[in-house]
Structure formats: structure tokens, C-alpha cells
């Protein structure tokens, strides 16, 4: 009779175990190893080029008229008394705010509703109406005179705010609605349909649920809305014919004439003019970089 040994496998000592592989050592990269002057130099240059021509502004507006001094001594408010009192800023500055303050509103609102849309429903044109919205940003602003002046005189609406407010609107609106399309993307489908179960309608679930969740795509879509109605010159200045309802933008080219330029008051101007906008980036810069990078999704 034919019998098989059994055969026994005697397990390796625990000293004899191999040791698993150790991880390489990050690889250092070429900037890791470059001085810190090669860092540093290229950065120091691209800031004295960037804050020269702010300091040249803050010169101009704050030395004596006819100073050729480098240096803003004695320090005169005179250029900003005489455009804020003489050259009436004081009135383009709460134009543009108006026109400021009401395009946000009605940019983030109207964007807020097509975003929505965009985002949660799918319908046979959604890919038409995307391109749409897409190649409407290669339109210059100035294609959009002519149209645009016709309808408003038609209504009776020029030399009115309401005209540059609506156009600022229309020309801000694609843009914004793209970018609050992404930013509902990012907001779970699922915590709508929890607070439906929960008996709220699509209205209740998207102000209680979705809104709050939003803040930094909408103070985003805003604030850019804001800026570009602040600073565009070419819509306040085709549809307002009153001085008294004119924009900064507007106001600041009324300082430069054929034959002469008030360099003083034009500086002046141009403070006036980027104080807000420095303000208002300075408090929402948080939420600014949040939103845009939330809203930078594949759709």
C-alpha cells in the first residue's frame, strides 16, 4: 500500500519577515531647492510696478496744485473738496450707488431663478440655452447700443436709471446665471428631497435648505455684478443726457477737456471712484474665492 507523507509547512520566524517597503522620500521639487532671492526678487519688482501707479494717484491728489514735489508735502484735501462740491461727485457718487446697489439686486435674483433652473431641471434646449448664454459673452457692449437705445425710447426711458440699471442687468445676467448654475450643482439633490419628506414644497425646501448653502456663490455673482455696473462708462453715458443723473465713470471724463487737464481733480476722482469698490473687496474677499472656485464645476 502506497502512502503520501503529509507535508507540513512550519511557518517563518517572526525576525525572518520581510519588512514591507518604505516609502520613497518626497522628491524635491526645482522651485524647493531655488534661493529665496529668485522667489522673492521677481515678486518685489511685479509690486513696485503694481503700486507706482497708485502712488503717483495719492500724489496728484493730495500735493498742492502746481507742486512738482515727489512727495505729497504739505498735504492738501483741496482737489477732493472742489470735485465733490464744484464738479459734483458728491451726486454721481449715489447715482452709481444706485445703479450699483439695484443691478446686484436684480442680477443675483434673476440669475438666482435661471441657475435654479439650469441645475434642476432638464429640458429639450438646456444645451441650446447654455451655448446661448455662453457665446452672448463674446457680444461687446457696444454691439448692444443701438437695440437697446431703440427699446428704451420706445418705453420713454431714457435719460432714467432705470435704462442703465436694466442694461447693466441684461449684460450681467448670462454670466451670473452660469456661475449660479455650478454653485447649485454643488448643493446635494438629496437635501431637497429629505426636506420634501419632511412636508416642505420646492419653494420651502429651497429657501430652508439650498439658499443658506449658496452664500458664497451669491456674494460672488454680486459683488461682480456691483463692480462692473460701477465702473462702466459706456451705458451711462449714451443713455443719461442730465448731468445731474450721470455716474462717476461719466463724471470722471467730464474733468478732461480738449484743451487742459485738472490732474489734481482727476486723481481726486479716481480715489473717490476705487474707495468703494477697495471696501467692499476687502470685507467679501473670503467669500469671493470661495464662491468662484465652488463654482467652477463641470456641468
Known sequence: ?????ATVIVPAPV??????????????????????????????????FTLIPFYWILLFALRPAGSTSLVPWPMTFDHFEKVWTERAFGTYFENSILVGVATLLMTTLVALAGGYALARF??????????????????????????LFQIFAQLQMINSLGAVII???????????????????????????????????????FRVV????????????????????????????MFLSDQGKQTIPVGLNT?????????????????????????????IQKWLITGFSAGAVKG
Open 1 to 5: 500500500m502506497i502512502t503520501k507523507e
Open 167 to 205: 442694461a447693466e442687468t441684461v449684460f450681467q445676467l448670462p454670466l451670473s446665471m452660469i456661475l449660479i448654475s455650478g454653485f447649485i450643482k454643488n448643493v446635494p439633490y438629496t437635501l431637497e428631497e429629505a426636506a420634501w419628506v419632511d412636508g416642505c414644497n420646492r419653494f420651502t425646501a
Open 210 to 237: 439650498v439658499l443658506p448653502l449658496l452664500r458664497p456663490g451669491l456674494i460672488a455673482v454680486g459683488s461682480f455684478a456691483f463692480v462692473h455696473s460701477w465702473n462702466h462708462f459706456l451705458f451711462a453715458l
Open 255 to 283: 474733468l478732461m477737456s480738449a484743451d487742459s487737464v485738472d490732474l489734481g481733480a482727476l486723481a481726486a476722482g479716481g480715489i473717490i471712484a476705487a474707495v468703494p469698490v477697495v471696501i467692499v473687496f476687502a470685507f
Open 15 to 48: 525576525d525572518d519577515i520581510p519588512e514591507p517597503p518604505r516609502p520613497h522620500k518626497k522628491q524635491r521639487r526645482a522651485w524647493d531647492e531655488a534661493p529665496r532671492w529668485q522667489i522673492y526678487l521677481p515678486l518685489g519688482i511685479y509690486l513696485v
Open 122 to 147: 432638464d429640458f429639450k434646449v438646456k444645451r441650446a440655452f447654455m451655448l446661448a448664454l455662453l457665446c452672448s459673452q463674446f457680444v461687446p457692449g457696444a454691439l448692444l447700443l443701438v437695440p
